[in-house]
């Protein structure tokens, strides 16, 4: 299982990034994904999930109304829109898989891509 996260760079505050996942080695309809984030210094944070047909979506706090996920299952593609960034969104951002959505929410999934690093200056 391969996931391979892109999109990531460096922008201003206030603007908006898109980053992708790209998932092979598994049957992609079959499992719930998640964005994740660790920031420098801290622990890695669940941003945000959506289940196996894209339903369903949850998003952190912090995130909530400003970044919303989404997947194309017919791409093995999911998606993080990330609007109105904020320099504490400054993280590597990670893409994880699991055909659980208790622990993809839990953010223990089975899968993980490498990161792509989101840098948000003010």
Do not use: H
Not at 12 to 21: D, E, F, N, P, T
Not at 62 to 69: E, L, Q
Not at 84 to 106: F, I, N, Q
């Amino acid at each position: 299982v391969q996931l391979q996260a892109s999109g990531g760079g460096s922008v201003q505050a206030g603007v908006s990034l898109r980053l992708s996942c790209t998932a092979s080695g598994l049957t992609f309809n079959k499992y719930g994904m998640g964005w994740y984030r660790q920031a420098p210094g801290k622990g890695r944070e669940f941003v945000a999930g959506i289940n196996w047909n894209g339903n369903s979506t949850w998003f952190a706090a912090s995130v909530k109304g400003r970044f919303t996920i989404s997947r194309d299952n017919a791409k093995n593609t999911v998606s993080l829109q990330m609007n109105s960034l904020k320099p504490e969104d400054t993280a590597v951002y990670y893409c994880a898989a699991d055909d659980r959505m208790d622990v993809v929410l839990g953010s223990r999934a089975r899968y993980w891509g490498q990161g792509t690093k989101v840098t948000v200056s003010s």
